[in-house]
Protein backbone atom coordinates (compact mmCIF):
# COMPACT_ATOMS: atom_id res chain seq x y z
CA UNK A 1 0.00 0.00 0.00
CA UNK A 2 1.17 3.61 -0.93
CA UNK A 3 2.33 5.31 2.25
CA UNK A 4 1.15 9.39 2.09
CA UNK A 5 4.73 10.49 1.68
CA UNK A 6 4.44 8.31 -1.97
CA UNK A 7 0.97 9.92 -2.42
CA UNK A 8 2.47 13.10 -1.72
CA UNK A 9 5.77 12.27 -4.11
CA UNK A 10 3.17 11.37 -7.07
CA UNK A 11 1.33 14.64 -6.47
CA UNK A 12 4.64 16.75 -6.38
CA UNK A 13 5.31 14.99 -9.74
CA UNK A 14 1.78 15.42 -11.28
CA UNK A 15 1.95 19.13 -10.57
CA UNK A 16 5.21 19.44 -12.21
CA UNK A 17 4.36 17.80 -15.50
CA UNK A 18 5.11 14.36 -14.51
CA UNK A 19 3.71 10.73 -15.90
CA UNK A 20 2.85 8.56 -12.88
CA UNK A 21 1.65 4.13 -13.02
CA UNK A 22 -0.30 3.79 -10.25
CA UNK A 23 -3.69 0.51 -9.53
CA UNK A 24 -6.82 1.38 -10.15
CA UNK A 25 -9.81 -0.71 -9.67
CA UNK A 26 -8.94 -3.39 -12.32
CA UNK A 27 -5.79 -2.55 -13.82
CA UNK A 28 -3.09 0.20 -13.43
CA UNK A 29 -2.95 3.48 -14.94
CA UNK A 30 -0.61 5.96 -16.68
CA UNK A 31 -1.60 9.46 -15.15
CA UNK A 32 -0.96 12.94 -15.50
CA UNK A 33 -2.95 16.10 -14.97
CA UNK A 34 -5.03 16.45 -17.73
CA UNK A 35 -4.37 20.49 -18.73
CA UNK A 36 -1.12 19.42 -19.08
CA UNK A 37 -0.59 18.68 -22.91
CA UNK A 38 3.07 17.85 -22.61
CA UNK A 39 2.22 15.15 -19.92
CA UNK A 40 -0.77 14.43 -21.67
CA UNK A 41 1.10 13.48 -25.25
CA UNK A 42 3.65 11.93 -23.33
CA UNK A 43 1.54 9.36 -21.82
CA UNK A 44 0.38 9.16 -25.36
CA UNK A 45 3.35 8.55 -27.07
CA UNK A 46 4.56 5.83 -24.34
CA UNK A 47 1.26 3.69 -25.22
CA UNK A 48 1.62 4.11 -28.84
CA UNK A 49 -2.28 5.63 -29.03
CA UNK A 50 -4.36 7.98 -31.58
CA UNK A 51 -5.24 11.19 -29.15
CA UNK A 52 -8.25 10.62 -31.51
CA UNK A 53 -9.64 8.32 -28.79
CA UNK A 54 -9.42 10.31 -26.05
CA UNK A 55 -8.72 9.54 -22.42
CA UNK A 56 -10.29 8.39 -19.12
CA UNK A 57 -10.44 11.24 -15.98
CA UNK A 58 -11.13 9.90 -12.72
CA UNK A 59 -11.87 11.97 -9.33
CA UNK A 60 -12.58 11.43 -6.14
CA UNK A 61 -15.06 14.01 -6.08
CA UNK A 62 -17.66 15.06 -9.20
CA UNK A 63 -16.63 18.71 -8.36
CA UNK A 64 -12.97 18.26 -9.39
CA UNK A 65 -14.23 17.28 -12.96
CA UNK A 66 -16.79 20.49 -13.25
CA UNK A 67 -14.44 22.17 -15.81
CA UNK A 68 -14.74 19.06 -18.03
CA UNK A 69 -17.82 18.02 -18.13
CA UNK A 70 -21.24 19.88 -18.53
CA UNK A 71 -24.01 17.27 -16.91
CA UNK A 72 -26.71 19.55 -16.58
CA UNK A 73 -28.80 17.97 -14.19
CA UNK A 74 -27.93 14.66 -14.30
CA UNK A 75 -25.33 13.25 -11.43
CA UNK A 76 -22.54 10.38 -12.01
CA UNK A 77 -24.03 7.06 -10.67
CA UNK A 78 -22.32 5.34 -7.76
CA UNK A 79 -20.92 2.04 -8.97
CA UNK A 80 -18.76 1.16 -6.03
CA UNK A 81 -19.70 -2.60 -6.60
CA UNK A 82 -19.03 -2.10 -10.54
CA UNK A 83 -16.72 0.18 -11.33
CA UNK A 84 -17.85 1.88 -14.45
CA UNK A 85 -16.73 5.04 -16.56
CA UNK A 86 -19.17 7.21 -18.10
CA UNK A 87 -19.37 9.17 -21.62
CA UNK A 88 -20.67 12.32 -20.34
CA UNK A 89 -21.22 15.87 -22.72
CA UNK A 90 -17.49 17.80 -22.75
CA UNK A 91 -17.69 21.68 -21.62
CA UNK A 92 -15.99 24.03 -24.17
CA UNK A 93 -13.09 24.11 -22.05
CA UNK A 94 -11.87 20.10 -22.14
CA UNK A 95 -9.42 20.16 -24.85
CA UNK A 96 -9.18 17.93 -27.56
CA UNK A 97 -6.36 15.57 -26.05
CA UNK A 98 -8.82 14.74 -23.67
CA UNK A 99 -11.78 14.83 -25.85
CA UNK A 100 -10.05 12.95 -29.05
CA UNK A 101 -12.54 13.30 -31.44
CA UNK A 102 -15.30 13.31 -29.30
CA UNK A 103 -17.69 16.02 -27.99
CA UNK A 104 -17.54 13.95 -24.79
CA UNK A 105 -15.28 13.38 -22.01
CA UNK A 106 -15.13 9.69 -20.08
CA UNK A 107 -15.15 9.99 -16.90
CA UNK A 108 -15.03 7.70 -13.13
CA UNK A 109 -15.36 8.33 -9.97
CA UNK A 110 -12.74 6.26 -8.38
CA UNK A 111 -13.70 4.32 -5.13
CA UNK A 112 -9.30 2.49 -5.20
CA UNK A 113 -7.90 4.16 -1.96
CA UNK A 114 -4.71 4.92 -4.17
CA UNK A 115 -6.36 6.55 -7.27
CA UNK A 116 -8.52 8.35 -4.53
CA UNK A 117 -5.59 9.29 -2.86
CA UNK A 118 -3.77 10.70 -5.68
CA UNK A 119 -7.04 12.92 -6.63
CA UNK A 120 -7.53 14.12 -3.67
CA UNK A 121 -3.39 15.03 -2.80
CA UNK A 122 -3.40 16.61 -6.72
CA UNK A 123 -6.74 18.25 -5.52
CA UNK A 124 -7.59 17.29 -9.16
CA UNK A 125 -9.14 15.01 -11.74
CA UNK A 126 -6.52 13.12 -13.29
CA UNK A 127 -6.13 11.05 -16.64
CA UNK A 128 -6.51 7.61 -15.95
CA UNK A 129 -5.65 5.24 -19.06
CA UNK A 130 -4.48 1.79 -18.63
CA UNK A 131 -1.21 1.04 -18.70
CA UNK A 132 -0.44 -0.98 -21.92
CA UNK A 133 1.28 -0.71 -25.06
CA UNK A 134 -1.85 -0.10 -27.27
CA UNK A 135 -3.23 -3.73 -28.76
CA UNK A 136 -1.37 -5.53 -25.50
CA UNK A 137 -3.49 -6.20 -22.17
CA UNK A 138 -3.21 -3.96 -19.52
CA UNK A 139 -1.05 -4.46 -16.69
CA UNK A 140 -2.57 -6.19 -13.27
CA UNK A 141 0.71 -7.04 -11.80
CA UNK A 142 3.20 -4.95 -10.33
CA UNK A 143 6.26 -6.81 -12.18
CA UNK A 144 4.79 -6.76 -15.51
CA UNK A 145 3.80 -2.49 -14.66
CA UNK A 146 7.54 -2.00 -13.41
CA UNK A 147 9.04 -4.11 -16.32
CA UNK A 148 7.03 -2.36 -18.90
CA UNK A 149 7.13 1.22 -17.45
CA UNK A 150 9.79 1.84 -14.92
CA UNK A 151 11.64 3.66 -17.49
CA UNK A 152 9.12 5.58 -19.20
CA UNK A 153 7.16 7.26 -16.12
CA UNK A 154 8.41 9.68 -13.57
CA UNK A 155 7.43 7.23 -10.73
CA UNK A 156 5.24 4.07 -9.88
CA UNK A 157 3.29 4.40 -7.18
CA UNK A 158 3.18 1.19 -5.44
CA UNK A 159 -0.44 -0.62 -4.75
CA UNK A 160 -2.42 -3.14 -6.00
CA UNK A 161 -5.49 -3.34 -8.19
CA UNK A 162 -8.57 -4.51 -7.43
CA UNK A 163 -11.42 -5.39 -6.63
CA UNK A 164 -12.22 -5.84 -10.46
CA UNK A 165 -10.77 -8.39 -12.23
CA UNK A 166 -9.88 -5.80 -15.85
CA UNK A 167 -10.57 -2.43 -17.40
CA UNK A 168 -13.94 -0.53 -15.94
CA UNK A 169 -17.14 -1.28 -18.47
CA UNK A 170 -18.10 2.20 -20.26
CA UNK A 171 -21.33 3.46 -20.29
CA UNK A 172 -23.01 6.46 -22.17
CA UNK A 173 -24.65 8.54 -19.31
CA UNK A 174 -27.16 9.98 -21.88
CA UNK A 175 -28.40 6.30 -22.93
CA UNK A 176 -26.86 4.01 -20.20
CA UNK A 177 -25.70 2.12 -23.53
CA UNK A 178 -22.71 -0.26 -22.75
CA UNK A 179 -19.98 1.18 -24.85
CA UNK A 180 -16.99 -1.49 -23.17
CA UNK A 181 -18.22 -4.26 -21.50
CA UNK A 182 -16.09 -5.09 -18.22
Not at 3 to 18: D, K
Not at 74 to 97: F, G, K, L, Q
Not at 151 to 177: F, H, K, M
Request: charged share 20%; aromatic share 4%; with cysteine.
Amino acid sequence: MASSQMIRRASRLLHSGGVIAYPTEGVFGLGCLPNNATAVYKILQVKGRDVSKGLILIASDARQLDDWIDLGDAEIPSTESNPTTWIVPATDAAPSWIRGAHETVAVRLTTHPIARALCEEAASCIVSTSANLSGHPPARNATVLRRQFSPLVDYVVPGQCGPARGASEIRDIRTNRIVRPA
